[in-house]
């Protein structure tokens, strides 16, 4: 294995910063506190942190409406915190990567604050997408385009003089208007924004919406408005996946590389990319675009043997065919978390959905290429299900009214320690409270529980790490399928490490029967065919 490539089979860990620590004892995760976690998080294993984003925002939608793009919120630190968080975490051997969010700011921005004080036509507004509106008076939207956060995707602006105006255009919300890529003045600040944070040592980015930033130029009418809102996803193809992106990754790759060529240490370029297929997706991580894009399609495959084949081989076919290797992911801090995705029946309890979203952890470190791991996963945290309205603070609740799909339930606050909320995730005095309810059940997941509890998924997340980087099958590579019975996915690594999983119809082999779910070591040889080590895990 090539070690310089650090990135090709690192395990990532996704910090979502509000609500990881909070250091201050205002309820609000911050800087100091994710460096305080720093020794929880190497202890753990991973290679790396993810840093949601902590720039100066009015938190429409908890930082990914982004007012300045070179400093820090105060309700997350400074930039001398930030710069400390970075030299603690490189002590460890711990790399940072934050995520940037180019394709919209903050209406908030001074760039769009200018804009709406300038004049239609003015190299203002040309930074942005602003339009006339369609009927005698210009009161109808540019074109049909909906919102992937619901309403529509345009908002009208009331010009200097008093009157009703142009509209500018918003795929999230009217909080977030888009960036125009094609003006040449958007690439050359971010090229700054690069260099800055590259400059203060990062390691790398994650690329919020990487397959957005530029628009159909002629911004037509699509033949289905609602599809980004109906799915939450990016499907729109006049609004997303434009060909003129890859010119930007090539770029910024090209910044990465001089950056690397420096000093020798390798920048990283993780794009959140979702588009149509995995042919598509292998687009983006050619040799001279991004490192590497999250494959989505393993989060969205349902608990069966044969869905979860279909996507894994896919992927390794076109987006390892690349030359680059594939990110697996199976949660992040827009999704449901996986314990109540595959299945559990209520918020407490380890019942099936647990045992499936242990399984599904250890099938993604067993896999060839890297990993990604969201906050609470390593505990079994599961979604928070039943938050009351008045503390919701999504923007799809919000702009909807409606409770589907919205994201706080996997946003809640970590449990550290105690019996009860806060669980030693505020400093703050007694009473103090995390900015988003924890429920009692939480106590049952506090980290110095799971630390102490040599059977908790906190435990088989470490174990499965140690594995992953002491027997050299596994990480980059590739994998050999194996014949099963129906309802159990094997496969091999290298000649003599395979990696089994029950989907729920094949009973336990009886080298492993009674224990919890995991034979997590080298097994006695002969355990499955054609193998002289083995992990088996069991999701039924």
Known sequence: MNRHHWWRDAVIYQVYVRSFLDSTGDGIGDLAGVRAGLPYLRRLGVDG???SPFYPSPQHDHGYDVADYRDVDPVYGDLDEFDRLVTAAHRLGIRVLLDIVPNHCSSEHPWFRDALAAAPGSPERARFHFADGRGPDGSEPPNNWHAMFGGPAWTRVTEADGRPGQWYLHMFTPEQPDWNWRDPEVAAEFDQVLRFWLDRGVDGFRIDVAAGLFKHPELPDSPDPEADARTRDSVNPLAWNQPEVHDVWRHWRAVCEEYTARDGRERLLVGEVSVPSAREHAKYVRPDE?????????????????????????????IAGTGST??????????VRTVTRYGEP????????AARARAAALLMLALPGAAYIYQGEELGLPEVVDLPDDVLTDPIFRRTGSRARIRD???????????????????????AKPW????EYFAEYA????????RSSWHLYRDGLQLRSALHQLGEGTLRWLDTQPGVLAFARGDDLVCAVNFGT??????????????????RPGELPGSTAAWWIDGA
């Open 436 to 439: 988003l309810p924890q429920p």
């Open 290 to 318: 991004l490192h590497q894009a999250f494959f989505f399609d393993l989060l969205g495959a349902p608990w069966d043997a044969d869905a979860f084949r279909k996507v894994i081989s896919e992927a390794m076919q076109d």
């Open 49 to 51: 942190i993810w840093l």
């Open 447 to 454: 980290t110095h529980r799971a630390l102490a509890d040599t």
């Open 409 to 431: 339930g996997c946003r809640v606050p970590l449990p550290w320690s105690g019996q009860a909320s806060p669980f030693g995730f505020t400093s703050g005095a007694e009473g």
């Open 506 to 523: 094949a009973p336990v082999p009886a080298p492993v029967a009674g224990t919890p779910l995991l034979a997590s070591g080298p097994c």
């Open 346 to 353: 209520a918020p407490e309890g380890s019942g099936l959905g």
């Open 326 to 335: 594939v990110t697996w992911v199976l949660n992040n801090h827009d999704q």
